[in-house]
């Protein structure tokens, strides 16, 4: 118990789910939480249930589909905390099916919400953690980020494209202490 004390830390996708679980961990081990997710509602249960505890948790609606939302998301961050020191890009969903059967809304969803929504978390998170000397940024991935199967094309496909972009992000933050990894569960 401890572990995060006085870490900031976002969490999207954070209202429920794996998301809600890694955030009320972290609740648990001291860092401050920012819940975030489309449904401000459930972000603020989850926030509840951390100060309900003694945590610190903020709740703020997010759709990271919406570069605008996300930037403001890390700028109110900033302004009320100081720093980001983790950023768990956690929301996505699974959609799609056979690739010959999937529309194009289905796969511009799953790959709007999964790879751009990382993307823009990502990129705002890594600013503000290069200026303030690092941090930590942690992607939720799949183990289908790693492999496919008939019926996940689209799926596998953002998964893979979460696989490339922490790959070149690791890269390109170890100059500035930021340390990014992926996450690959499988079927939860």
């Given amino acids: 118990m401890g572990k995060l004390i006085?870490?900031?830390?976002?969490?999207?996708?954070?209202?429920?789910?794996?998301?809600?679980?890694?955030?009320?961990?972290?609740?648990?081990?001291?860092?401050?939480?920012?819940?975030?997710?489309?449904?401000?509602?459930?972000?603020?249960?989850?926030?509840?249930?951390?100060?309900?505890k003694g945590g610190v948790a903020w709740a703020i609606q997010t759709d990271v589909t919406d570069e605008q939302q996300v930037e403001r998301l890390f700028a109110e961050t900033v302004a009320r905390y100081?720093?980001?020191?983790?950023?768990?890009?956690?929301?996505?969903?699974?959609?799609?099916?056979?690739?010959?059967?999937?529309s194009t809304r289905e796969f511009d969803e799953v790959m709007s919400?999964?790879?751009?929504?990382?993307?823009?978390?990502?990129?705002?998170?890594?600013?503000?953690?290069?200026?303030?000397?690092?941090?930590?940024v942690l992607n939720m991935s799949s183990v289908a980020g790693v492999q496919a199967?008939?019926?996940?094309?689209?799926?596998?496909?953002?998964k893979h494209g979460i696989m490339a972009l922490t790959k070149a992000l690791a890269d390109e933050g170890r100059p500035y202490n930021i340390k990014v990894s992926a996450i690959c569960p499988a079927g939860v």
């Fill in 6 to 52: 006085g870490r900031v830390t976002i969490v999207t996708g954070s209202s429920s789910g794996i998301g809600k679980a890694i955030a009320l961990r972290f609740g648990e081990e001291g860092a401050t939480v920012i819940v975030t997710a489309r449904r401000l509602g459930l972000c603020q249960a989850t926030a509840d249930q951390i100060t309900s």
């Fill in 82 to 102: 100081g720093r980001v020191d983790i950023l768990v890009n956690n929301a996505g969903l699974f959609g799609g099916g056979r690739v010959a059967e999937t």
């Fill in 113 to 136: 919400v999964n790879l751009r929504g990382t993307f823009f978390c990502c990129r705002a998170g890594f600013r503000v953690m290069r200026q303030q000397g690092g941090g930590v």
């Fill in 149 to 158: 199967w008939a019926g996940t094309g689209v799926y596998s496909a953002s």
